[in-house]
């Protein structure tokens, strides 16, 4: 796992849908930012990774599509 990744952002960046659905059923905040970059989150990292299946799952489940970082982006 890449510093500052949580279990689901790590889920989200391998594509590991699966894992999505679980750490999401199990109570990970779809909205979690990375530890040390709060503002960068799932669906930015999925989305960044190519994994549409992942960011569409994420969107399903209520990820803000127009959640900016801290960079403006």
Partial sequence: MREGDTPLIHAARHGRDEEVRRLLATGADVAEG????PSI???YIASQEGHAST???LLGRGAAVNQ??????
């Fill in 34 to 37: 990375k530890t040390n970059a």
């Fill in 41 to 43: 989150s799932a669906l």
């Fill in 55 to 57: 960011a569409t799952l």
């Fill in 68 to 73: 900016a970082t801290t960079n403006g982006f």
